[in-house]
């Protein structure tokens, strides 16, 4: 009671000197380089291309009707199927190894952490393109199985749908262990102990009281692996055979070939409006706090 | 009794061998790439296209006559330097954000969620046009600052996560006995922080130091990254040097692990001598 | 705590320190004796950027682009001015001309200006040969493996035969599959027109049925590994793989081959023209330019004199020594405006087929 009466004879100022010197640095640095950009997207997707590829600063809805064709849907239909295929495939594979590292004592579980990572700081496309060596034509399975009899002909490992997923696994799958091995790691041992004495077998105590509890570290991992592998472009590059459109490399093309910066933007927002709405959603649904404070 | 007590034993037992074997698949999943990239830094074939053949050649030409490693250099310095500046910023300001309550908090906690969300090259040219309208030259700098601009979301979400589930009365004890807000928070808070902010790090400096989309539309002259060199040795073949270089690297990280583990071990030792002196 | 104050001290160290390097790096660009580069990586000679540094006293810096289109992003964004000479090709001139990104070049003051091919001077985008200097041409060509190839290739319709099915690896980009289909079509490969581009896109569906592998970075890969028997490829990279497969042949096709031409450009602002200037100059001297094309880059020069200096090697060299009639039968990626829309709905249509 005295401390908000005391809050309330403070000048703004002062009142507020704690959030301002808290919330403040990481406040500026939004603004001026995430929501000031941000603006500039959002007004460029209102106008169109002139002859030579620059902006045509008249207002124009053109591009938002535009992506709405069957085609550009298309598109965006499959990078979607293909970003929560990797996802999910992170989730089963991730949660699993961060739940046996957060059962180490917290010593060997920062180095198993950080062997996780470490691939990491190598180069991404030096390890895709270990898989096109290990695929080739010529490359070592190929060769084991002509030699071993296996096969007569050199099989086609490269350039599907598969391969996409297993360099997008690659790229993401640090970024799912992390948050999932943050949250486990906080998990209350003994309520797992005590959901155990009241009688609930192993797969009932992870289902009601695990999963639950390391929600955050789950939504974590869907925040950090569906999002980024639903924009990422160089790696179905790298491992599709050029033949595998993703609304990542739609955005880029605008940007770069076609020189179509607002229709390019237009997508951009489009997709950001998408992932916000799919968290929108989930965090109603699951009705989590931290995340539900964004709307 | 006895009895059941040890089938639950045995249950763990197996649930555990069980546990590790996936962990281990897992792991071999993660270092399959790393392990043909170390091989393959042995080729004989400049481009890379094929196995052709053993040789050491790539190594000494990476000791003796590379210019890769400068960009390693320029790399290095600007993920240090980003993941320092994000994890400051994107600490405090997680505190900030979950603790106090402010005007335009809202809008600040959306727009964490834009770099993570925006595809990187709508980013990078959204920046570029940022920097050529305010006038500022490209370079190191405006790459640090593009970093730090996609890195403090990650941040800020580990951190935020670790502040929700953080004991408040910890640090009202604090204050209680007399401590001020600050030296609470430094003494107090943010010791408890530590696995957070480890984390964070780790984040940033994975962001920072593999970044190439964003890197290539924010540099200028003489500020070449290493990522943004090898994408543009692609159009020529990705020599083995490159794979001999990330080797080395890998080869440095897991050494210091190493070495890491041993003067832990040593200071563990120690300190076991003094804990009163921690607080 | 005595090393977490350290460690902060120390952090806090590194930054004032990485600042300060930071802004000393940037006050150095105002010095008269640098020239910053924009262009593809591993496409200059060491020894010929070495010697003009050391005739001139001029520092070269150079940062790498990994594709026109980006460089051209960065110019038009306004960020050329970092820049002296950037890389584009010559499909994106008349854009960057149009849009007043760039310097004129003083090719009064450069005595060498004579040595670049006639061809080469007062083209249609730039008649007055005012903004752009070429280095190096690209063909793309026709490749194929005489051993494994399963049919003669006559024209780019042979390619939709078929028989080639798995068997094609090929560049990619719109500006180059579209106007080999126009070209295959009988209609001019820069056509701005809707229904020969929409007949084009029915074309490349075909090809695209062939297709194994479609790069514009690494498309000769599988030709080296054997993956693939024809190759649609840059004559650049024609020569990497014929440095593991020497069988390789060039198919002599009755259709015209595309040329593409890397130029040199002066960015509107940049700071060291006259350096950049000086720069062209000297690599437009037939000496330095033999010298540099000896030394690993074997690509087509639009310098004849340089050209004779250079050894057999060089002149013989099968992804050089074209027959005339090949070489001679050429199209340019010409500027197509706003029918580059019309070219994109379609490529994207191509591609998200299964």
Redesign the interface.
Known sequence: MEDTIKTKRMSWGRR?A??I???????F??????????I??VVISFMS?N????IDFTFTLANYKEMMEP??L??IW?SFKLAVLTTVICLL??Y??A???A?KP??TA??L???????????????????N??G?????INNFLLKIGAIEA?L?L??SDGIVIVGL??AM???SV??L???I??LDKSLLEASKDLGAN?FTTFRKVTIPLTM??IV?CI??VF??SL????VP?ALG?????L???????????????P???SL?IL??LM??IM?WIYTRVASL??LE??? | MKDRVGRIERKKRSFNLKMTIFSLIVFAFIYLPIIVMIVFSFNDQKRNYYWKGFTFKWYEKLFTDSDLIQYLWISLAIAVLATIISVIIGTIGAFGLVRFEFKIKKLINGALYIPVVIPEVVLGIALLMLYETANMPLGMAAIVMAHVTFCIPFVVIIMRGRLAGMDQSIEEASMDLGANRLTTFMRVTLPMLVPGILSSCFMSFTLSIDDVIISNFVAGPKSTTLPVKILSLVKVGLSPEVNALATVMIAVLILGLLLNSLTQAILKKRAENNVKSYF | MKIKKALVIMLAFVTVMSFTACGGGSSDTEDAGELNIYMWSEYMSEDFVDKFEEETGITVNFSYMNSSEEAVAKITAGGGDEYDLVMPCDADMTSLIEGGYLEEIDTSSMENFQYLDDAYKGRSFDPDTKYAIPYFMNYIYVVYNPETCPKEITSYNDLLDPAFEGQITSVDGIRNLFPMALEALGYDPNSTNDAEIEEAYGWLQKYMKNVKYLNSDDAEKELVSGGCSVGFVFDGMFGRALEDNPDLEVANLTDAVQLGVDEFVIPKGAKNKANAEAFLNFMLDPENMAANIMDGHAYTCPNSAAVELCDDSYKLAKNIDIPKEIKENYFLQLDVGDAMKTYDKFYTRLKSEE
């Open positions: 507020n704690p959030a010197a808290t919330a403040g640095p990481v406040s640095w939004m603004i001026v380089f995430v929501l000031l950009p941000m500039y997207v291309r002859v030579y590829g620059g085609l550009y298309k598109v499959k594979l991730g699993p190894l739940y046996y590292i059962g917290s010593a920062a180095k952490i950080m062997l996780v990572m470490i691939p990491y700081w190598t180069n991404s496309l030096v390890r895709l393109y270990s898989y060596l290990l080739a034509t010529n490359g070592p050199p086609d490269l350039y696994l690659t799958l640090p970024f992390l948050p091995y943050t949250s790691e906080k192993a955050p570290g974590g925040l950090l999002i980024p924009g990422m472009y160089y590059e055979g050029g033949k595998v459109m609304i990542g490399s739609l955005i880029r093309n605008q940007f770069l070939v076609t020189k179509n910066w229709f390019g933007a951009a997709m950001i992932t916000l968290m706090d931290d404070e964004v709307f």
